[in-house]
């Protein structure tokens, strides 16, 4: 016989997905109502809003994609890229990886930018790559890497991309209310978020918003888009404007609440309310890991207060301590990914995870576990 599942209440520090907090569960939970009710359509155009606050823009193409933030990023690709077209993509970290597979998965050529996991994007390679590829017409780059903690100057590299001719595609799963994001004021052409990092709603979701000019370059494509759920021409007549909504998909009624309510909560605080705390939250963190003789991955400067890289020290078994975390305490925190496994831990403050209450939290059971 099986029976109803009863998850544990963990505290969740790791790379996502983040804490959901009461108020976030209990949306999911209201009834459901079919999908092109008058009044779930009212929630659709209040959840576009919302997410154009989020993101500073006033891009009329703003929505939550039906699936995770990596169809988010599928989503980018295949809309924006043609085969054929030559494509600069940035990589100093996992995501980046991601988004050369994606281009090349569009029958497109893919020039990679390199930098060493645990730096930004260096703008001058970009720059250089420019200059060797001037039919370049898309740069992409992550703004905040998941996978190694790190910043990227996103209004550096979409100046750039400005200066010759080139659209953006910017990932922001990890950025989107927790560090400043100014679609707008960047001018970024096609960037796309998560729902279950810093908004700490439950994953399966993903933010877009894409600029006119992304759009024209959609509208004008000589190929079809080839991928028929993510074909934007398909979801702008589910989601779009004032037109009457046509049937493209059942969206996820029950999940769209949830998002609505995380970024009501989002706006009730304020961005800048909510950039403030996570950097509070994240000094903290730092100066008690710090305390305690550990060292972090990254330089200052370019540290994402909601992804905490932190380097293992030699001997410590690195499966064995996020066990006892998890095990003892409830608490879970990220391992390394790629080529940082087992050589650091990623400690998130994402959202309504990132609280004091926390931060002292994990202090406690790392130095207890650590045996400090
Ligand atoms: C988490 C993440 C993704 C993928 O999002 P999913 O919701 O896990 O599919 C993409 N990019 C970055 C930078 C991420 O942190």
């Known amino acids: 016989m099986s029976h109803s599942f009863h998850p544990p209440q963990r505290i969740l520090m790791g790379p996502g997905p983040s804490d959901v ?123 905040a890497e998941t996978s190694t903690g790190v910043r990227s100057d996103a209004k550096t590299l979409c100046e750039l991309a400005q200066r010759h001719d080139a659209l953006t595609i910017v990932d922001t799963v990890t950025s989107l209310g927790g560090i400043d994001l100014c679609v707008d004021d960047w001018g970024a052409d096609a960037v796309y978020s998560g729902t279950q990092k810093c908004l700490s709603c439950v994953p399966g979701l993903s933010p877009m918003t894409f600029s006119a000019k992304a759009v024209a370059r959609i509208q004008n494509r000589a190929t079809k888009v080839q991928s028929w759920f993510l074909d934007m021409q398909l979801v702008m007549g589910y989601w779009g404007g004032n037109t009457k909504r046509a049937y493209h998909h059942t969206a996820p009624v029950n999940a769209l609440y949830a998002l609505h309510e995380s970024l009501l909560i989002l706006q009730e605080e304020g961005l800048d309310a909510s950039f403030a705390r996570h950097r509070e939250n994240h000094l903290e963190l730092v100066s008690g890991l710090e305390a305690m003789g550990l060292s972090m991955a990254v330089a200052p400067d370019w540290r994402l207060p909601q992804l905490n890289a932190v380097c293992i020290p030699d001997g410590i078994d690195d499966a064995a301590v996020r066990s006892r975390l998890l095990h003892e305490f409830n608490l879970e925190i990220g391992a390394g990914l790629g080529e940082l496994a087992g050589k650091q831990w990623r400690i998130g403050l994402m959202g309504h995870a990132s609280s004091r209450v926390n931060v002292q939290q994990c202090l406690t059971a790392l130095r207890h576990v650590l045996g400090h």
Not at 73 to 82: D, K, T, Y
Request: proline share 7%; glycine share 8%.
């Open 21 to 143: 907090s009461a108020r976030v569960l209990g949306a999911l939970g209201r009834p459901t109502i079919g999908h092109l009710d008058p009044l779930f359509i009212e929630l659709m155009d209040d959840t576009k809003q919302l997410l154009q606050y989020a993101f500073k823009t006033q891009n009329e193409l703003t929505i939550p994609l039906s699936a995770p933030g990596s169809a988010g990023m599928e989503a980018a690709f295949v809309n924006l890229v043609s085969p054929g077209d030559t494509v600069i993509v940035c990589q100093n970290g996992v995501f980046g990886g991601r988004m050369k597979e994606n281009v090349e998965r569009c029958g497109a050529h893919a020039v990679m930018v390199q930098d060493r996991w645990g730096d930004p994007v260096d703008p001058q390679k970009v720059e250089e790559a420019f200059a060797a590829h001037p039919e370049a017409n898309l740069l992409a780059f992550v703004h």
